[in-house]
């Protein structure tokens, strides 16, 4: 192209494929195109090998990826916790976690605190007392009790509340979940 072009007649001008040189000169202005990469997420106790892309979210890579359904998507901003998943030992948001920022930790879902098939004392607990209702925010709120009862394996229900303030439940007053958590802390004895 001329550079003495005038701007209109770049504006009107088509390229042999039907493309205007507006539409090229804006594609030479955008980003860069994201990578793909290939990480090594440690994820309930096993190697994963997993190519995604740069900005892929941890929820996105569990879900998609691995295969691990437990962890729900919810609000999409780290506001609802239904995503929780622990990561070296603490509670951590999958839906605004990046998946490359965690390669090499130990990563924990709901899917890793079954034992042999079984469910862990936390799960049965909330299966006896009643503290899911819908199960749709359950699994996040087992995490974070799970990373509560690991740091302090008798707490108060202050602490508790503390511990859950981060994940949501819409079907109840948090009651059964509070008891649920109680009664797993008291198995521990």
Known sequence: MNTSDSAMERLCRVDDGGTSILQQDRANDEAPALTTRLLTLQVN??????????NALLLDVLRDQL??????????????GACTVLVDGAPRLACITLAASVQDR????????AEGGRMSRLQQAFHENL?????YCTPGMVMAAEALLRREPHPDEAQIREALAGNLCRCTGYVKIIESVQAAAGDMS
């Open 45 to 54: 106790g096993r190697a994963h090998a997993v190519a995604t892309r740069d």
């Open 67 to 80: 295969g691990l359904p437990g962890t729900k998507q919810g609000c999409d901003g780290g506001e609802c």
């Open 106 to 113: 130990t990563i924990e879902t709901i899917e890793g605190l």
């Open 131 to 135: 503290g899911a209702q819908c199960g």
